[in-house]
């Protein structure tokens, strides 16, 4: 059973940092892909980053050079660090996983590709 679930959302200043984590199980770690995605209230959820299989990492252009993406592979965890935040950052932030994809172009995979998710954590930025 696939499990993933997400931690260090918060209330921050603009121009502040914070660090997500999404702990995850019941997944082959070093091959499946994985991402985060963020919705915001009366939005689509949107792929914030994310790494193929092979490793590569994509960004949305609105978060690249302020967000990265890494996983650790002996603690099963994935992470976004997030500076330089600004309140259109705020939503809630989605972990997901998908057995397979590749990242092309430099931009996260479409939503569609990944079939576990977290339950999510929020992300709110004041001005």
């Known amino acids: 059973q696939v499990q993933l679930v997400e931690s260090g959302g918060g209330s921050v200043q603009a121009g502040e940092s914070l660090m997500l984590s999404c702990i995850t199980s019941?997944?082959?770690?070093?091959?499946?892909?994985l991402g985060w995605f963020r919705q915001a209230p009366g939005t689509e959820r949107e792929g914030v980053a994310a790494i193929g299989s092979d490793g590569t990492a994509g960004y949305a252009d609105s978060v690249k050079g302020r967000f990265t993406i890494s996983k650790d592979n002996a603690k099963n965890t994935l992470y976004l660090q997030m500076n330089i935040l600004k309140p259109e950052d705020t939503a809630m932030y989605y972990c997901a996983a998908a057995a397979w994809c590749t990242v092309l172009r430099g931009i996260p995979p479409p939503r569609n590709l990944f079939g576990h998710w977290g339950q999510g954590t929020q992300v709110t930025v004041s001005s």
């Open positions: 019941g997944i082959t770690y070093n091959s499946y892909c």
